[in-house]
C-alpha cells in the first residue's frame, strides 16, 4: 500500500477569547504555514475541512471559508466531524492515487462565540433525551466516571492528581489557553461540583482556535520535509447512539477503532510499543477509561498508573503531553491537533513538553455524547 | 495502481414528499437501506463502512447520524458524516468512492437525506447570509482578504438565482418562455418517475407560465420544492464485483472531482463582480473529470445528464458548462426536443431536482439516477431506450459556488 | 487596528416539529397507562428500554412490543449539581440524581431520576421501583422518578 505522510503542521494560540474573526484565525494561519513549509496554495491538491454548520451558528458555514484557505477554485470538501476524520479523508485521498498533496484545517470559535453545551444539546435526539433532559454530554461523562470509580476504587484525589498532571503540560504548552501555574489538587478539589464526579476543573478549555496539517504521498513527501511523519494505522468506529446500550468501560468502539489501527501498523503489543498518545478527551475522566480501552494501561490500573506517574511527561507512556484538551479544546480542531503535538514530538519539536526517543505515537479523537464514535491514528517518525 | 470502483446498487425510501409526519428522522432513513441492500445478495454485514449526510440545520439535529446509527447498520462500523451544502448528496458518495479507491474498504455504503418538514428551509438559507450582511451594513465590507461582499440581493436562494437568470438569457439570446418549456418538461419528466416529488403529466409551458413571478424572471413554477427522503447507495471495488459475480447492470465510476469558487451571489474575483451564469468552476472540473474518465469529446462521448438545478434557467445553463452542447445552445435545443427523454443528450429524464428536493440527497440523487440509467433500471418509463456508454451527473451548491462532477459508464477505464 | 472587539448578535430562531417515531409513540402511551414497555429482537432476544425501531446488533426490525417489570438495579448514578439550560450551566435549587437502571427482563440501562431520602442514600446495586405520577398526561413526566424498594 502506498505511504501517506504529515509534512507540515501548525495551530494557532489558543485563546477564550480571540482578538480577530474565524476568517482571519484560518486565513492567518494556513498562510504562515504555507510561508513556514516554502510552498503556496497551488502546492495543495485538495483541501478538507472540519467544521459544523451548528458550531459555526450559518449553515453551509465553508461558503465563507474556503476561499481564505487558498481553495478558491480548486478541490475542496468539509467533513462535519472532528478534524482527525478530515485528515482521515485526506489520508484515503491520497492513497487512491489521485492526489498528491491535501490540506487539513479544523477551527471553531467555541471559547467566545456559541455555548458549546447548547451545540452539545442539539446532537440529542429531540425525540426522546432532549425533551427528558436528562443525559447530555456532561451528565453521560459523569455516568462513566462514577462506574469506572467504584469499580476500581479510583478517587476523586486520584482524578485530582491526574488533572494537575495534564494542566502542568498545559502551562509549558505554548499554545494553550488555560494556564494555571498555581494547579494542585487542592485546588481541583475545591472547583465546582456539577455532575458528581465531574468538577469544573475537570472539563476541557473550550477555545478559540485553529490546527491545520498537510499530507503528503510519498514519493512527494521529501520535498516538503526531510522529517515526515508517516500515518501507518488508522481505525474508526462508531457505537450505539443509546448510552443505555453501551459498555461505558470497555468502550467497545474505541478499543476495536485502536486495535484495526494497531493491526495496520504492526503493533502487537501496544504497552510496549507506543512511546506516546494524545487523546480528545473532553473531561480528565474520559482518561483513564479511553487509555485501558486502547490497551495502553491494563483494565483498571488507573491508581497506579497516576501513583506511578506512568502517563507523566517521562513515564512509560506519557499521555497528552501537550496537556490536551484540558489545555485547549477548540471543537472540530481538537483532535487534529492531537495530530499535530504528537507529530512535533516524533519532530523533536515539543518544547520543554519534550519526550526523548519517541518514535510511535497514537492519536485519537472523538464525537457525540460519551464518545460514541472514535478516530485512533497509530504514527511514526 | 487505480482502483476501479462501481456503483452496484441505488435504494430509494419511497416516494419523495413534502410532509412524512408518520417517521422521524432514522425512520425516514432507515428503508431507503433496506431497499439498497434488498436489490443485491448483500447483508448489513456485508457493509465495511458507512459515508452520511444532510444539513443539519434544516431539521434542527446536530450530526443526526449519530441518534440514527441503528436505522442504517451503522453500530459497530466506520461512520463519516461529510455536508457540503447543495452538493452534500455528491459530496458524500464522492467519500464513499474514497473510502474504496483508497483500498482501506471494499464495500461501502453512501446516504443523503432530507427530512423538512420539521424545519423551514428557507430561514435554513438565510442563515447563510445573514450574519455576514448584518456585518456589511453595521461595519462595512469584511476586508481580511481583499475582498468585500456584494451582490447580497433578495433572500435566501431566490433572490441570487434571479440574477443568475436574467445574465444566463442574455447570454443565450434567451427569454422566459424558455424557462417556463424545461420547467413544464421536468415536471412531466417526473411524471414517469415513480420516486419524484412533483409529478404533473403532460406539464404544459402554459401551465408553468400561469405560476406568480418571485424574482424576476423566475416564477414560482421554475423553483425546487421542499421534499422529504433518502437515498443509500452501495460501492464496491472491481475485485469485489467480480467476487459477488456482478458485471452486468453495475455502473463504473469513471471520473469525479469537485470544485469551489468564491462565495456570493456575483462571483467576486480580484474586486470585479463576474458573471454569476459563468460558472467558470464547472468548466474547470468537468474538464478535470473527463480528462479522468477517458472522454476526449463530451459532445459524442456522453449519451445524457442528470444535473443540480435548483432552478429552471440551470436546466439550460448547465448543459452548456458541462460541455454537453455549445456555449448558448441550450434554448435551441430544447426547442428542437433534445432534451426530451427520446432526445439525442436527455437532461434530468428523472424531472430533476426543480421537481424533487430533499436537501442533502439531492446531489447523490443525481448520481443515483445515472446510475440507473448505465444499469437500465430506471423505473416508470423515464428509461432512456438510446444506447447508453457514459452519463455525466453534477451537483451545485454553496453560494453560487459548489460544483460536483461524476462520470459513470458501462465499461471501467483501463488503468 | 482598534482594540475593541465587535461583535454582533445574531440568535437563529428555528421551531422544529421533531416527530417522536413510531416506537417511542409505543412508549410514551405505554407511560399515559402506567405501563414500562420495551421492544425485543426476534433474533437476539435483547430488550431495549424505551423500544428502538431497529436493533442496532442484528438489524432486525423491532415490533414485538413487551411490557416490562417496574423495580430494577441501579448500575450507575451521578448527583446533578447544576442543569445545563439552553447551552448554560445553571446551580439547581437541590441536587438531584440521574441514575442507569436495569429493569427487570431488560437489556438496556434506562435513565431515571431517583429520589432518596438524600442523595447520599443513594448507591450502586440498589434496587429501585418506578413512582408515576397522580394523573397521568401521555408524556415522558408521567413517570415521575425511581425510589430504593
Not at chain 2, 185 to 190: C, E, G, I, L, V
Not at chain 3, 22 to 44: D, F, H, M, Q
Amino acid at each position: 500500500m502506498e505511504k501517506v505522510a504529515l509534512v507540515g503542521y501548525k495551530q494557532t494560540k489558543h485563546t477564550f477569547e480571540s482578538p480577530v474573526a474565524r476568517e482571519r484565525i484560518i486565513y492567518e494561519l494556513v498562510k504562515s504555514l504555507y510561508k513556514d513549509m516554502g510552498i503556496t496554495k497551488d502546492d495543495i491538491d485538495t483541501f478538507i475541512l472540519a467544521s459544523n454548520d451548528f458550531t459555526d451558528g450559518r449553515t453551509i458555514s465553508e461558503v465563507f471559508t474556503v476561499p481564505r484557505i487558498g481553495a478558491y477554485m480548486k478541490d475542496e470538501t468539509k467533513v462535519e466531524a472532528d478534524g482527525l476524520n478530515a485528515a482521515l479523508y485526506a489520508y484515503m485521498r491520497i492513497l487512491s492515487g489521485l492526489y498528491n498533496t491535501a490540506l487539513v484545517i479544523g477551527f471553531s470559535m467555541s471559547g467566545s462565540e456559541f455555548r458549546v453545551p447548547l451545540t452539545q444539546a442539539y446532537t440529542m435526539d429531540p425525540a426522546y433525551e432532549r425533551p427528558r433532559a436528562l443525559i447530555n454530554y456532561y451528565s453521560a461523562a459523569a455516568l462513566q466516571a462514577g462506574a469506572y470509580m467504584k469499580k476500581y476504587r479510583f478517587t476523586e484525589e486520584d482524578l485530582a492528581a491526574l488533572t494537575v498532571k495534564n494542566l502542568e503540560n498545559a502551562n509549558n504548552n505554548p499554545y494553550s489557553a488555560r494556564k494555571e501555574p498555581d494547579a494542585s489538587v487542592d485546588k481541583v478539589l475545591g472547583s465546582k461540583l456539577l455532575y458528581t464526579p465531574i468538577r469544573q476543573a475537570h472539563v476541557s478549555a473550550y477555545a478559540d482556535g485553529a490546527c491545520a496539517v498537510v499530507l503528503s504521498s510519498k514519493k512527494m513527501a521529501r520535498k516538503f520535509t526531510d522529517k515526515p511523519v508517516w500515518i501507518d494505522g488508522v481505525g474508526h468506529l462508531m457505537d450505539t447512539y443509546y448510552i443505555g446500550d453501551r459498555d461505558l468501560l470497555k468502550m467497545d468502539s474505541l478499543a476495536g477503532a485502536a486495535k484495526k489501527a494497531y493491526k495496520m501498523a504492526g503493533i502487537k503489543n501496544p504497552r510496549k510499543e507506543i512511546d506516546l498518545a494524545e487523546l480528545h478527551t473532553n473531561f480528565a475522566s474520559e482518561e483513564p477509561v479511553f487509555t485501558e480501552a486502547m490497551g495502553l494501561f491494563k483494565p483498571g490500573s488507573a491508581k497506579d498508573v497516576v501513583k506511578n506517574g506512568e502517563s507523566r511527561i517521562g513515564g512509560s507512556i506519557p499521555v497528552n503531553p501537550s496537556g490536551g484538551p484540558l489545555g485547549a479544546n477548540p471543537v472540530n480542531a481538537t483532535g487534529l491537533i492531537r495530530l499535530a503535538e504528537a507529530s512535533a514530538q516524533l519532530r523533536k519539536e515539543a518544547g520543554k513538553n519534550q519526550i526523548k526517543g519517541a518514535k510511535t505515537a497514537v492519536v485519537h479523537a472523538q464525537d457525540g455524547p460519551g464518545a460514541q464514535s472514535n478516530t485512533v491514528f497509530v504514527i511514526r517518525r | 495502481m487505480k482502483r476501479n470502483v462501481a456503483i452496484i446498487s441505488v435504494g430509494y425510501n419511497g416516494r419523495f414528499v413534502s410532509k412524512r409526519p408518520d417517521v422521524n428522522i432514522p425512520e425516514l432513513i432507515q428503508p431507503a437501506v433496506t431497499n439498497a441492500l434488498g436489490k443485491t445478495r448483500l447483508k448489513p454485514e456485508d457493509i465495511d463502512a458507512y459515508v452520511v449526510g444532510n444539513m443539519h440545520t434544516f431539521e434542527g439535529v446536530n450530526q443526526p447520524h449519530l441518534w440514527a446509527s441503528e436505522h442504517f447498520n451503522g453500530n459497530m462500523k466506520p461512520v463519516m458524516r461529510i455536508a457540503t451544502g447543495g452538493t452534500t448528496g455528491a459530496s458524500v458518495y464522492q467519500a464513499a468512492y474514497y473510502h474504496v479507491a483508497s483500498g482501506l474498504y471494499d464495500v461501502v455504503m453512501a446516504i443523503g437525506w432530507e427530512k423538512q418538514d420539521e424545519g423551514d428551509s428557507q430561514v435554513g438559507l438565510m442563515g447563510i447570509l445573514l450574519p455576514e450582511a448584518f456585518s456589511l451594513f453595521h461595519f462595512g465590507p469584511d476586508t481580511s482578504t481583499d475582498r468585500g461582499i456584494a451582490g447580497l440581493g433578495g433572500g435566501g436562494s431566490t433572490g441570487g438565482a434571479a440574477f443568475q437568470a436574467m445574465s444566463y438569457l442574455a447570454k443565450a439570446n434567451a427569454g422566459i418562455e424558455h424557462i417556463d418549456r424545461v420547467a413544464a418538461m421536468m415536471r412531466s419528466n417526473a411524471a414517469k418517475n415513480p420516486y419524484a416529488h412533483l409529478q404533473q403529466p403532460g406539464c404544459t409551458e402554459a401551465d408553468i407560465a400561469k405560476t406568480p413571478i418571485i424574482s424576476y424572471p423566475l416564477r414560482f413554477g421554475h423553483t425546487c420544492p421542499t421534499s422529504c427522503g433518502a437515498i443509500a447507495m452501495i460501492l464496491v471495488s472491481e475485485e469485489k464485483a467480480k467476487k459477488f459475480g456482478l458485471t452486468d447492470r453495475i455502473a463504473w465510476i469513471k471520473g469525479l472531482g469537485s470544485g469551489t469558487s468564491d462565495a456570493t451571489t456575483g462571483n467576486l474575483i480580484e474586486g470585479q463582480i463576474t458573471d454569476p451564469a459563468e460558472q467558470q468552476i464547472c468548466k474547470i472540473v468537468a474538464k478535470k473529470v473527463y480528462s479522468m474518465a477517458g472522454i476526449k469529446d463530451p459532445k459524442k462521448d456522453i449519451q445524457m445528464a442528470e444535473v443540480y438545478s435548483g432552478f429552471s434557467h440551470q436546466d439550460l445553463m448547465w448543459p452548456e458548462r458541462l460541455g454537453l452542447v455549445e456555449e448558448g445552445a441550450s434554448p435551441k435545443m430544447l426547442d428542437k426536443g433534445a432534451f426530451a427523454i427520446d432526445g439525442e443528450i436527455p437532461i434530468n429524464p428523472s424531472g430533476g431536482v426543480t421537481s424533487t428536493n430533499a436537501i442533502g440527497a439531492s446531489a447523490m440523487v443525481r448520481v443515483g439516477e445515472a446510475a440507473l440509467q448505465v444499469m437500465g433500471l430506471a423505473e416508470g418509463g423515464h428509461q432512456v431506450q438510446r444506447k447508453i456508454e457514459n452519463v455525466v451527473a453534477h451537483g451545485w451548491g454553496g453560494l453560487f459556488q459548489f460544483v460536483t462532477v461524476t462520470v459513470l459508464g458501462k465499461t471501467p477505464v483501463k488503468s | 487596528m482598534a482594540g475593541e472587539i465587535v461583535k454582533t448578535s445574531v440568535p437563529i430562531t428555528f421551531m422544529y416539529k421533531n416527530r417522536v417515531g413510531r416506537s417511542l409513540e409505543t412508549y410514551i402511551n405505554g407511560l399515559k397507562g402506567k405501563k414500562i414497555v420495551g421492544a425485543k429482537c426476534p433474533r437476539c432476544k435483547k430488550v431495549y428500554v424505551p423500544p428502538r425501531t431497529v436493533c442496532g446488533k442484528c438489524h432486525k426490525l423491532l415490533d414485538n412490543i413487551i411490557e416490562l417489570d417496574q423495580q430494577g438495579v441501579l448500575k450507575s448514578f451521578t448527583v446533578a449539581y447544576v442543569n445545563i439550560i439552553n447551552g448554560e450551566i445553571k446551580d439547581t435549587q437541590e441536587p438531584y440524581v440521574i441514575g442507569l437502571i436495569k429493569l427487570k427482563g431488560a437489556s438496556s440501562l434506562l435513565s431515571a431520576v431517583i429520589k432518596a431520602s438524600s442523595p447520599g442514600a443513594v448507591k450502586t446495586g440498589m434496587k429501585v421501583r418506578a413512582v408515576w405520577k397522580d394523573t397521568t398526561r401521555g408524556d415522558y413526566n408521567d413517570l415521575a422518578y425511581f425510589e430504593p424498594v
